[in-house]
T-cell receptor, first 110, second 114 residues
Framework: AQRVTQPEKLLSVFKGAPVELKCNYS??????LFWYVQYSRQRLQLLLR??SRESIKGFTADLNKGETSFHLKKPFAQEEDSAMYYC????????????FGQGTTLQVKP | DAGVTQSPTHLIKTRGQQVTLRCSPK?????VSWYQQALGQGPQFIFQ???????QRGNFPDRFSGHQFPNYSSELNVNALLLGDSALYLC?????????????FGPGTRLTVT
């Protein structure tokens, strides 16, 4: 079964501290993985996808197929990073059918 | 470009009734996907429309149906509403060229079933 698990509902850190938002997936095949973000009073939007290997707003995510993980990391959290973060998986075949995790709220305290 | 727009913003229906939600995609996008987001959960894929046909479907009953018009806008219909259908319904659009993965989401329609 295709599944995405985000074990933490809430992650609270102080400004300047490192951040790691965890994401584990279950999928037999080569998944495409993404992180979506929703800032307060804004729409859900794509943050990054694993295949592009980009760093967006200082965030990076590495796909670890052995551990079936795709954790989102940032070395120094900023207050403006406070948001809801969703990990999502797309099955093979360029379907556009996204399977989302339950989301993690990141709270960055001053 | 206003991006993806959805209407209405919210509505209240009674159990057993039928509801229609509407979505206009971002300019230049021809594919529309619908998601249901229950409180405290991530979005769940309902179905996707491309070229006026249902291209993909998630694990939702036939009470959930949709339509896509020639101008790429879309409707989500839910029949015989249940209390459990109360949720935020999100519409997302994407271009078929370059991959369907980058989906632009609308603000959602909040449906409450009483």
């Amino acid at each position: 079964a295709q599944r995405v698990t985000q074990p933490e509902k809430l992650l609270s850190v102080f400004k300047g501290a490192p951040v790691e938002l965890k994401c584990n997936y279950s999928y037999s095949g080569s998944p495409e993985l993404f992180w979506y973000v929703q800032y307060s009073r804004q729409r859900l939007q794509l943050l990054l996808r694993h295949i592009s290997r980009e760093s967006i707003k200082g965030f990076t995510a590495d796909l670890n197929k052995g551990e079936t993980s795709f954790h989102l990391k940032k070395p120094f959290a900023q207050e403006e990073d406070s948001a809801m973060y969703y990990c999502a998986l797309e099955g093979s075949g360029n379907t556009g059918k996204l399977i989302f995790g339950q989301g993690t709220t990141l709270q960055v305290k001053p | 470009d206003a991006g993806v727009t959805q209407s209405p913003t919210h509505l209240i229906k009674t159990r057993g009734q039928q509801v229609t939600l509407r979505c206009s995609p971002k300019s230049g996008h021809d594919t529309v996907s619908w998601y249901q987001q229950a409180l405290g959960q991530g979005p769940q894929f309902i179905f996707q429309y491309y070229e006026e046909e249902e291209r993909q479907r998630g694990n939702f009953p036939d009470r959930f149906s949709g339509h896509q018009f020639p101008n790429y806008s879309s409707e989500l219909n839910v029949n015989a509403l249940l209390l459990g259908d109360s949720a935020l319904y999100l519409c997302a659009s994407s271009p078929s060229t370059g991959g369907f993965y980058e989906q632009y989401f609308g603000p959602g329609t909040r449906l409450t079933v009483t």
